[in-house]
């Protein structure tokens, strides 16, 4: 005990960064597996390693060596247990970075190439309107910077210029393209018919599909940006980073999805 109290008259402003750091990152890591099943097994790790914790400052031996063991053999579980919020997780911090760089990037206008097309999106949208008043529907995938080319492969590529009619036209419930996805880059259709990843969490509202699934799972793995068009109620929705992207209308909307492609 008087070891540890030595330690708390000692505590420095480097102490002081340390626990903001880890408070900052079990945040995110909350964060992240919030509203998952995921979440239960968060606080059961939490719990078990402030016991370790605890053990250790009151030397109990055999109790200490016992947690320890737990936990640092338990790491390689929690990697297949945490699989998917790890990937989010990390594409997180990737996205951020290259997201920064990209912005200052985009503020030196002589490395900008001339004729670089920037996405519709207020043709996406009409687009959507239109489609949701007659029920039609559509899922509509904005690429940012994680390539989405792996995807391109389940579908059919294309290399066709965003316009409100072609939209429509792929939608168009006789088409033979209006099955699945669509991937957009730079105001460039890029392939049709895509098979994306489903998300299969039971956190998901029953009401919703499996084109709106869809959305969420490609949202996950990728910071892409889905739009979804309801078939049955013709709702428009709007997902980023897994999660519901709100909004109040689609004046809104449209800025919201124009702040995030710049």
């Not at 699945?180 to 599909?209: C, D, M, S, W, Y």
């Amino acid at each position: 005990m008087k070891e540890l109290f030595d330690n708390i008259l000692n505590f420095s402003w480097i102490d002081v960064a340390d626990v903001l750091l880890v408070a900052l990152l079990l945040y995110y890591v909350y964060k992240l597996v919030r509203g998952t099943v995921a979440i239960n097994i968060f606080i059961g790790i939490v719990i078990v390693y402030v016991i370790w914790k605890i053990t250790e400052a009151l030397q109990m031996q055999l109790l200490s060596n016992i947690l320890g063991g737990f936990i640092s053999v338990g790491m390689f579980a929690l990697i297949v247990v945490f699989q998917q919020e790890l990937r989010k997780f990390l594409l997180m911090i990737g996205s951020t970075n290259i997201g920064s760089r990209r912005k200052f990037l985009n503020q030196l206008k002589f490395l900008k190439t001339e004729g670089l097309s920037t996405t519709d999106i207020d043709t996406i949208i009409a687009a959507c309107n239109k489609m949701g008043s007659s029920k039609t529907g559509a899922l509509i995938v904005l690429e940012r910077n994680n390539n989405l080319d792996f995807l391109v492969d389940t579908g059919d590529k294309m290399n066709i210029k965003v316009t409100q009619p072609i939209i429509e036209s792929i939608f168009f419930k006789n088409s033979p393209l209006h099955d699945g996805a669509i991937i957009i880059e730079n105001n460039i259709v890029k392939a049709t018919r895509v098979i994306l990843p489903v998300n299969n969490e039971k956190t998901i509202p029953q009401r919703f599909g499996l084109r709106h699934r869809a959305a969420v799972g490609i949202t996950e793995r990728t910071d892409a940006i889905a739009i979804a068009v309801s078939e049955e109620t013709g709702q428009l929705s709007c997902f980023k980073g897994g999660e519901f992207l709100p909004f109040k209308d689609t004046t809104e909307l449209i800025e919201l999805i124009k702040k995030d492609l710049d």
